[in-house]
């Protein structure tokens, strides 16, 4: 059974940084695309990053372009994503999911972390 666990969420100030993480267990993620979306309050979720288990294929939501960074770790089955330069409108609940490569929904999501950016 596939699982996906968020955490490093949390309130900073604008300007600052927070890196995600998301352990991510129960199959083997090599043919997986891991992605990064987020929620704001009465807004529709929306797409952040991606990237490939397997590595290169990384993708940014204009908004988050070089301030962002998702990476992973394949010997910890970790994914992370690094924040920086947070802004305001960053304030959401942030979710990992993965989806098969030949896919285009995503079929795993985890629970969500909190993230808070104070001006």
């Known amino acids: 059974q596939v699982q996906l666990v968020e955490s490093g969420g949390g309130l900073v100030q604008a300007g600052g940084s927070l890196r995600l993480s998301c352990a991510a267990s129960g199959h083997t993620f090599s043919s997986y695309i891991m992605g990064w979306f987020r929620q704001a309050p009465g807004k529709e979720r929306e797409f952040v990053a991606s990237?490939?288990?397997?590595?290169?294929?990384?993708v940014y939501r204009d908004s988050v372009k070089g301030r962002f960074t998702i990476s992973r770790d394949t010997a910890k089955n970790t994914v992370f994503l690094q924040m920086n330069s947070l802004k305001t409108e960053d304030t959401a609940v942030y979710y990992c999911a993965a989806r098969r490569v030949e896919r285009y929904e995503y079929d795993f999501w985890g629970q969500g972390t909190q993230v808070t950016v104070s001006s």
């Open positions: 990237t490939r288990w397997s590595g290169g294929s990384t």
